[in-house]
């Protein structure tokens, strides 16, 4: 009998293989199964698992859509370099730097940075992702945002992984059991800024307590924040330092500027499922040639919260109501009925509030200053070293609310020098309510696409973030107690509000004030949730894996039942930890 299997095994690889080279005159570069492991996306998530899986001696490709990035992976949007002074005090540059390396040119990396073509997403394209244009704020959820009543999945279980990934490097931290002290990822907070000093005073005369250590409960006070930056003040991401030390190791690859189209399959006889055996893709460089790769164990999407699903959907997993629909048939064959892939669109959102210094002439020119000069290249040390801004605080309706409704944080200059002479004020909803209204889709107009255009052609984003009247009103709270703080000095006596002004006072002008100034964070989660089997919109088990199918498993923030408080990238550097070993232990 196992002789029967072996052979029947045999002619479906080869079957596959055939059908696979005689189904397209535009399909090329075929490979019999030369990697282990196929990690689609080189993110925050896709960085870690790729060098985890690599560590233990499997071979990894790893495909990006975007460019190259930081300087160290071949990037060459180059703003100086790093170096030491001579003997004669004379500058030899060492090495190049790109935006991406610098923490204060998030501001230049995010805001004329790279996207991927869906509009108003935010999400970055390049290597490293959107691990690369963030403001490099490290902050955990709250205890219970991990209490997803899934197997091996809750704040106990994801700690380890918390502490596996940091190395606190602030000194008063150096003995916290709550800070890893051995990660990859270098975590400090830098109180550069006389603003933020002034701002942390009027919190203090206000009646807020300072926090020396936003990652513990509660989430109360004013404080510093804490930055993936490390002792050279450069930015500590994923792709600097996962994704470098993968692409090092041998039977690792590194293929950027590759969308990945679909996910090949081939049936299971003996299983009665579809499995990954490969993916297919198109390149910048040969954009109306599809090329296939092959894999020996698994396919890892790691595309994000807004590509994943796209994929998915390509490669026939979704509702198949949709699927089947006349303008997607020539496209997509479906093999699994999923109807929560692209569900469950989650987000954190903003309002942004503009100040304007009492002084004219006393704020900061930083925010115009986008030149690497020698304190930086020499010591790692001056304004470039820090995102431009130091302090934050978590906002409540009153004393007695627990948890906080939002978290504050405040630019001294105002985002991209928009508004000269002004500083910005970031008040972001921590747990703003799911809707099921927000969601990803296939793209309604496929008129005259062909088959790669379609594919490449991002989703179509369904967000409306004041759509819930409860989240509204939060913000209108929120807001009237960051000005409550400002009522109190040395900030009152050095700042005027401009938007919204002083005439903006009711709770119904403040309301009309949200909805029209409310904007979606760079924070997407959820349209690829992990669940029980029993939950109509779950699309991943405990183990990452696609239900219904074999061989594909997700590690993204996609696969995130509910969003955070605060912010997201440290949950999803310890999901994707977790996410390495409960792949490993399926190879022992």
Known sequence: MNTIKFFVSLFLIINVVLSDSFSSSSSAGINLFPYDFIVVGSGVSGSIVAYRLAQKGYSVVIMEGGGKSIAALGGIDYVGTKGTLNSDNVYIPQRPLTKFDVPFYFQSADINGNRWDIPNSNVAKMVGGSGLHNAMVYQRGIDTDYDWNITNWNYVDLKPYFLKVETILDSNLQTSVDHGHSGFIKVKSIPFDKEGSDFVKSCNQSGLNFNDDFQVNPRSGCGYFQLNIDANGERSSTAHEYLTRAVSMPGVKLIDSATVTRIKWTYNIFTGKN???????VTDDAPNTIKTLFCSKEVILAAGTLNTPKILFNSG?????????????NFIQPIKHLPGVGQNLQNHFIVFNVWTYADSASHPDFYTNYNVNLQYQTQGTGILSTPGFSVGAWLKPNTSSSPADAIMTIFPGALGSTLPGMMTFAVSLCEPTPNPINKVSLSSNTTGLSAIQFYK???????????????????????????????FPPMSQLSIPVLPDASIGTDAQLESFVRNNIVPHDHWIGTAKMGSSSDPLAVVDFKLKVFGVNRVRIVDASILPRIPHGLLQATVMAVAEKCADTILADYP
């Open 275 to 281: 499995e990954a055996n490969g993916i297919e893709y």
């Open 317 to 329: 997993i979704g509702d198949a109501n949709v699927l089947t629909q006349t303008q997607y048939s």
């Open 457 to 487: 052609k991002g989703v179509d984003v369904s967000f409306n973030p004041g759509a819930v009247n409860a989240d509204v009103a939060k913000l209108v709270s929120s807001i009237k107690e960051s000005r409550r703080i400002m009522s």
